[in-house]
């Protein structure tokens, strides 16, 4: 709950630089999409930290499952990425 605020700002305000900067479309509806699967990614990123921390008691574990977790994970949102449409 206390890290809501931080996970919100941070994206917001790095997609308002990034998004122009590199010359995405000029349309607010593709910005608020953009803007959106990024939020989506970081609370996906978050909680799958959380997930993980809670799932094993020691780091070293926790640390050799999660590059492969990532594999999977990312292989299969690389299909419905928003991130293509915004471009």
Same mark, same amino acid.
């Given at each position: 709950?206390?890290?809501?605020?931080?996970?919100?700002?941070?994206?917001?305000?790095?997609?308002?630089?990034?998004?122009?900067?590199?010359?995405?479309?000029?349309?607010?509806?593709? $910005? $608020?999409? $953009?803007?959106?699967? +990024?939020?989506?990614?970081? $609370?996906? #990123?978050?909680?799958? #930290?959380?997930?993980? #921390?809670?799932?094993?008691?020691?780091?070293?574990?926790?640390? #050799?499952?999660?590059?492969?977790?990532?594999?999977?994970?990312?292989?299969?949102?690389?299909?419905?990425?928003?991130?293509?449409?915004? +471009?």
């Amino acid at each position: 709950m206390v890290e809501i605020p931080f996970q919100l700002t941070m994206p917001i305000l790095f997609s308002l630089i990034i998004y122009w900067a590199i010359k995405l479309r000029n349309e607010a509806a593709s $910005f $608020f999409l $953009f803007v959106s699967a +990024l939020l989506i990614l970081v $609370f996906f #990123g978050n909680s799958l #930290g959380i997930l993980l #921390g809670s799932m094993f008691s020691d780091i070293r574990a926790a640390l #050799g499952v999660i590059p492969v977790l990532n594999m999977f994970i990312y292989r299969w949102l690389h299909y419905p990425s928003y991130y293509f449409l915004a +471009l």
